[in-house]
């Protein structure tokens, strides 16, 4: 009976330190915090850059477990080489100057298609969307834009909306003695219109073929040497001709204006390139997601911000159209009630058929040109010696040529 009682003891008490070997530890840690995470966005220069420093101020204020950390780079050589090296930034800002168009094709980009896809309510406006796109891809966005565009007197450039480059000269050389394109243009400012919109035709980032030595861009740098030199400043407003188009960079109440002054009879010409454009965009700055970035879906977090936490208007007063559509349709909304206050002298609100004709503009084909500043200042500096005399257009292209083709192969 002895050795029952202890064999039963013996059991209970192998049973009990079984028990206490598989029974979970107590500890007394407390759950661990959500770790922050820190973005870098880089931008290059200094200056330009108003509203996606107060937007990052206004996101970062926030608290959240996300803070975006921006870092200029004093040129455009220093972050190309960080991107050609493998070491990238988290977001990367662009514009219209410094633009990474080129980079489109070589995995340094996400495509923003799988966030925007996911949430309906921030479709953006299809024309601009479009604009952005690189072959149906989405690698940049842009929160607010503008659009320049050409609108011109329907007397004098017909009734067809759009134009090619010869088309434009013709136009021109049939028009009443003592006519003008456009009041005011002089050489610098129709190179940025007319020349640095279109460099993109005479370009192939991905192959570095260049084709500056072609006919179409000899008969964009005759016409340019007919204008008077230097810039708009130092012209005459007050010619005795007629004027065939005015340059307006795009809303509700220039357009109107322009129509206005040209007695009803406006059209919307665009910038000469025959393939449709008319309208070029110009972001106010536009953001991409890096391939390295380290969480893509925190840096989505602060480009949804940058779409809809505020209008553009709030951020900095001389911001342009919201891309996101429904903050496009409140601020058209706006604009109608209120008229346009920082005219010169105040205007009426718009008319119903006012506001249609420029939501028709919006369903227009748009370019956003991103050009490379650096490209832009060698075919003008080597143009000049043709404008002047000192040069053979043909000499010029050809110089042209050989320069762009050895920067843009440097590039790849």
């Known amino acids: 009976m002895k050795k029952l009682t202890a064999s039963i003891l013996a059991l209970a008490l192998s049973i009990a330190l079984i028990s206490c070997a598989q029974a979970p530890a107590v500890t007394s840690e407390t759950p661990s915090e959500p770790q922050e995470t820190v973005l870098t966005l880089a931008c290059i220069g200094q200056y330009g850059y108003e509203i996606i420093d107060r937007t990052v101020a206004y996101f970062n204020s926030l608290g959240g477990d996300v803070t975006v950390e921006t870092v200029r780079y004093d040129d455009r050589t220093m972050l190309v080489t960080e991107l050609t090296s493998g070491k990238m930034p988290d977001l990367i800002v662009g514009n219209v100057s410094n633009s990474f168009i080129g980079y489109d094709s070589k995995g340094v980009f996400l495509d923003l298609h799988r966030y925007l896809d996911a949430e309906p309510d921030l479709a953006l406006l299809p024309s601009a969307q479009s604009a952005l796109e690189t072959d149906g891809k989405l690698y940049r966005v842009a929160p607010s834009f503008s659009i320049a565009t050409l609108v011109g007197n329907s007397d004098y450039v017909g009734t067809n909306e759009g134009w090619t480059f010869v088309e434009m000269r013709q136009v021109l050389a049939d028009a009443p003695p003592e006519s003008v394109l456009t009041r005011g243009w002089a050489k610098d400012e129709a190179f940025d219109l007319l020349i640095g919109p279109n460099l993109g035709a005479f370009v192939d980032w991905d192959t570095g073929a260049v084709s500056f030595d072609s006919g179409e861009f000899k008969s964009m740098l005759e016409f340019m040497k007919t204008l008077p030199d230097g810039s708009m400043e130092g012209l005459s407003h007050n010619t005795a001709g007629a004027e065939l188009v005015k340059h307006a960079h795009a809303g509700m109440y220039s357009l109107a204006s322009v129509d206005e002054q040209f007695g009803g009879k406006s059209v919307f010409k665009g910038f000469p390139n025959g393939d449709g454009v008319l309208g070029i965009i110009y972001p106010d700055y536009d953001i991409s997601i890096t391939s390295a970035c380290k969480n893509p879906d925190a840096a989505w977090a602060f480009i949804r911000y940058a779409l809809t936490a505020?209008?553009?208007?709030?951020?900095?007063?001389?911001?342009?159209?919201?891309?996101?559509?429904?903050?496009?349709?409140?601020?058209?909304?706006?604009?109608?009630?209120?008229?346009?206050?920082?005219?010169?002298?105040?205007?009426?609100?718009?008319?119903?058929?006012?506001?249609?004709?420029f939501e028709r503009f919006l369903t227009f084909k748009f370019r956003y040109i991103g050009w490379d500043d650096t490209l832009l200042s060698l075919v003008r500096e080597e143009a000049l010696p043709y404008f002047s005399g000192s040069k053979s257009v043909e000499d010029a292209c050809r110089i042209i040529q050989s320069r762009a083709t050895l920067y843009v192969n440097e590039q790849k």
């Not at 919201?322 to 903050?327: A, E, L, N, W």
């Open 310 to 357: 505020k209008s553009p208007a709030d951020v900095l007063p001389h911001a342009g159209l919201p891309i996101v559509q429904s903050k496009l349709q409140e601020y058209l909304d706006l604009e109608m009630v209120h008229g346009d206050e920082e005219a010169d002298k105040q205007r009426d609100p718009l008319t119903q058929a006012q506001r249609d004709e």
